[in-house]
């Protein structure tokens, strides 16, 4: 059990172009999803914590207007990319909990998702 | 949370055990020690917490020393599949807690 996916797996966009990334829990409710960014050859860092129902609260340095994040199921959160750039090319990752004291409120990780922006 | 500190790489002869130290001299009393391992292009993989008593589970054992300053994951049988980054992370158990990975440490399992 606690399965999470993301979709898609890879990404390749033009400059200026807007991508979604969709993270989900299969076989449980999330209440929480965070998601990470994870540069070549270095470690994990998060973006942006969400909780369902209500706004994301982002890590500083993160700009909220430019990574979009919706969670608006206890299954779905989707982090939107917006006028990606080379820069923005990344491995992306989701992980999501769900309820406190409950067999899933440890974080379970998605497969990762590529951006490679030209 | 408190920081931790791990070797940047190791290795490992196939079948034989796994040792990974981490210190974290500043833990706080309400914080576990939790080890994920990470492998190439792929998500984190959780493999196991504890607080002070050692802890085992089907894919390996953790150590805390008593002043529970530092801890030792440990792979008893590493396989070539084992190699990855292994990241030791101290944090209060809170399912609203985000994660803070370090460098951790990249394990090579050689034939």
């Known amino acids: 059990g606690a399965v999470v996916s993301q979709h898609p797996s890879w990404v390749i966009c033009k400059s200026g172009t807007s991508v979604k990334i969709e993270c989900r829990s299969l076989d449980f409710q999330a209440t929480t999803m965070f998601w990470y960014r994870q540069f070549p050859k270095q470690s994990l860092m998060l973006m942006a914590t969400?909780?369902?129902?209500?706004?994301?609260?982002?890590e500083q340095g993160v700009e909220k207007d430019k990574f979009l994040i919706n969670h608006a199921s206890l299954t779905l959160s989707t982090l939107t990319v917006t006028s990606a750039h080379p820069e923005d090319s990344s491995f992306y990752i989701c992980?999501?909990?769900?309820?406190?004291?409950?067999?899933?409120?440890?974080?379970?990780f998605g497969p990762g998702t590529r951006l490679t922006v030209l | 949370d408190a920081k931790t500190t791990q070797p940047t790489s190791m290795d490992c002869a196939e079948g034989r055990a796994a040792n990974l130290p981490c210190n974290h001299s500043t833990i706080s009393g309400n914080e576990y020690v939790y080890w994920y391992r990470q492998i190439h292009s792929q998500g984190p993989q959780y493999i196991i917490h504890?607080?002070?008593n050692n802890e085992t589970n089907e894919m390996a054992s953790l150590i805390i020393t008593e002043d529970r300053k530092s801890s030792t994951l440990i792979l008893p049988h590493a396989t070539l599949r084992d190699t990855a980054v292994y990241y030791c992370?101290?944090?209060?158990?809170?399912?609203?807690?985000?994660?803070?990975f370090g460098g951790g440490t990249r394990l090579m399992v050689k034939p």
């Open positions: 504890g607080l002070k």
């Open positions: 992370i101290v944090r209060v158990k809170n399912a609203g807690n985000m994660l803070t």
């Open positions: 969400s909780n369902e129902g209500s706004k994301a609260t982002y």
């Open positions: 992980s999501a909990s769900g309820l406190a004291g409950g067999p899933t409120d440890e974080q379970f």
